[in-house]
């Protein structure tokens, strides 16, 4: 297969959040999920797109999201759901990503070390 | 399966990620993938290049391979714990198989050789025949068996051969050195009962011909294996 460049390492994690973000407000298959990651972040989180589902398998195996198998338009597809604990990690992540984003933004921007590190 | 994903399989089976999740994986990969080929045709263009600007919107090789091993969760226990799979796990299948076979000449021998001194002797009732059979196939059949179940275990994991090996070889030797004895004991009434050990026998010829024996189920256990590994170079997707 052609080889594609992608985000580098310091996206990691950042797909998970997205996803149970998503995932959150409705339930999705693979496909449904790459393209809307893809529109609600202009194109600027870039994955090899088959990269999503090791996240969604192991997102399910933690029991951070649920499957169920469904048939659309003659085609047989999986269906991606978030649960009670996939809320509660969501929110963790994000509250997390939140501050580091902040404190990111600050050193940036040129604020002093001890106001960025909380 | 979609041939682009052949090197994919291969190569996730070979990090040791179990054999479902590689399958789920490869099938969800296909599905994306022909979502992508459509729209990329639906862009307008020919299905020759919508196939190629799929697969490089799916992701290279390297990558999705990464994806997948990073995540140890997906790793078999062959690959976590090949000495628990190959060395252990087939010493208890054996173990339970002996039990069963063992309790079917037992309990065999309670209820059609009542007044018999041993359960091997010659029997006529047809029921039986095939009661008595049953454990005898059991016994005999186990060690086998169970080599072929390691042997189609490692052949799917792509595993390297020292651990299906060290299993093969284990079971060889019990299965050649098992042996069942017999006794009631000389009270009237008395319930017989049924043993096993292991033990290649007293002198060197009856050593020699366990050895055999082993040898024997060690080729029957292991032919499965050669032939599979024989017939992959001509079956490149294999």
Redesign the interface.
């Known amino acids: 297969m052609a080889a594609r460049e992608t985000n580098p390492n310091f996206m990691n994690g950042v797909p998970e959040l997205l996803i149970l973000r998503l995932l959150q407000q409705e339930e999705m298959y693979g496909y449904e999920i790459v393209h809307a990651i893809r529109s609600r972040t202009e194109a600027v989180v870039a994955v090899g797109e088959g990269v999503v589902y090791p996240v969604l398998h192991g997102l399910e195996r933690d029991g951070a999201l649920r499957s169920r198998r469904k048939n659309v338009n003659g085609r047989s597809r999986i269906y991606y759901s978030v649960t009670a604990a996939g809320s509660r990690r969501l929110a963790d992540l994000s509250e997390a990503w939140s501050n580091l984003a902040a404190a990111i933004q600050k050193m940036l921007k040129g604020g002093r070390h001890g106001e960025a590190i909380q | 399966m979609a041939k682009?994903f052949n090197?994919?399989r291969e190569r996730l089976l070979r990090a040791g990620v179990a054999p479902r999740?590689v399958r789920?994986?490869l099938a969800?990969?296909a599905?994306?993938l022909a979502?992508?080929r459509a729209e990329e045709e639906r862009a307008g263009r020919s299905p020759a290049d919508a196939e190629?600007a799929a697969?490089?919107?799916?992701?290279?090789?390297?990558?999705?391979s990464r994806?997948?091993i990073?995540?140890r969760?997906?790793q078999s226990w062959c690959a976590r714990a090949p000495w628990a799979m190959f060395g252990l796990a087939p010493l208890f299948l054996l173990a339970g198989a002996y039990f069963v076979a063992c309790l079917i000449l037992w309990s065999g021998w309670k209820i059609f050789l009542p007044g018999t001194e041993s359960p091997f002797v010659p029997i006529l009732d047809g029921f039986a025949i095939f009661y008595f059979g049953v454990g005898r196939m059991l016994y005999f059949a186990a060690p086998v068996l169970i080599g072929w179940g390691i042997a189609l275990v490692a052949a799917r994991q792509r595993l390297s051969a020292f651990w299906p090996t060290v299993g093969l070889v284990l079971v060889a030797l019990i299965g050649a050195t098992a042996q069942v004895h017999a006794s009631r004991p000389a009270v009237p009434g008395a319930v017989g009962h049924v043993s096993m050990d292991l033990a290649l026998g007293p002198s060197a010829q009856a050593a020699s011909h366990g050895l055999l024996h082993a040898l024997v189920i060690l080729s029957l256990a292991a032919l499965p294996c050669l032939v599979w590994r024989l017939q992959r170079p001509r079956s490149p997707s294999a």
Do not use: I, K, N
């Open positions: 682009p090197e994919l999740h789920r994986y969800e990969l599905d994306h979502d992508l190629s697969l490089v919107r799916l992701g290279g090789t390297d990558d999705l994806a997948m990073e995540q969760q997906f």
